[in-house]
């Protein structure tokens, strides 16, 4: 028998080995495509939302656009509102506080040991039964009560 040579000159250009080498690729990662999990990236605060639940694990800001926060209210203002802070004022108990700090009703000072200095000017401690406020290094006292 006869023998039969064949000969075959096979040449790629570089475009062909490059897609060739993505369709590879692609096809490899078929399975992770076909995966069930799916992550989605998103950004807090969403452009809108009612959570009922939020977790932090770092640093929080709310309203941070000189906008308005309340605890325990659906919307500023209202009436059951236990905390709200507008335009760098903060209301216990109101959802429009007048003053830096506006308290509706009680408020309870603990005790505070250690020197009235500088740094503690103006503040207010409950001593034995006495109401005092730091003044010009020096514990004195508001009011005694019985």
Same mark, same amino acid.
């Given at each position: 028998?006869? &023998?039969?040579?064949?000969? =075959? @000159?096979?040449? =790629?250009?570089?475009? =062909?080995? %490059?897609?060739?080498?993505?369709?590879?690729?692609?096809?490899?990662?078929?399975? &992770?495509?076909?995966? &069930?999990? $799916?992550?989605?990236?998103?950004?807090? /605060? #969403?452009?809108?939302?009612?959570?009922?639940?939020?977790?932090?694990?770092?640093?929080?800001?709310? #309203?941070? @656009?000189?906008?308005? $926060? #309340?605890?325990?209210?659906? $919307?500023? /203002?209202? !009436?059951?509102?236990?905390?709200? +802070?507008?335009? !760098?004022?903060?209301?216990? !108990?109101?959802?429009? /506080? &007048?003053?830096?700090?506006? +308290?509706?009703?009680?408020?309870? +000072?603990? #005790?505070?040991?250690?020197?009235?200095?500088?740094?503690? @000017?103006?503040?207010? %401690?409950?001593? =034995?039964? @006495?109401?005092? $406020?730091?003044?010009? !290094?020096?514990?004195?006292?508001?009011?005694?009560? /019985?």
């Amino acid at each position: 028998m006869k &023998e039969i040579n064949l000969r =075959f @000159d096979v040449t =790629f250009s570089p475009n =062909f080995i %490059r897609s060739a080498a993505v369709l590879t690729m692609l096809l490899a990662a078929a399975r &992770e495509l076909g995966s &069930e999990t $799916v992550s989605i990236a998103t950004y807090y /605060p #969403a452009p809108s939302g009612v959570y009922t639940r939020i977790i932090t694990t770092g640093n929080t800001v709310l #309203a941070r @656009d000189n906008g308005s $926060v #309340a605890i325990g209210g659906a $919307v500023l /203002p209202i !009436g059951q509102t236990k905390l709200a +802070v507008l335009s !760098g004022r903060v209301g216990i !108990g109101t959802s429009t /506080p &007048e003053a830096a700090l506006t +308290v509706v009703g009680g408020l309870q +000072v603990g #005790a505070l040991a250690g020197p009235c200095n500088a740094l503690l @000017d103006g503040t207010m %401690r409950w001593s =034995f039964g @006495d109401l005092q $406020v730091c003044k010009g !290094g020096t514990w004195s006292s508001i009011t005694t009560v /019985p």
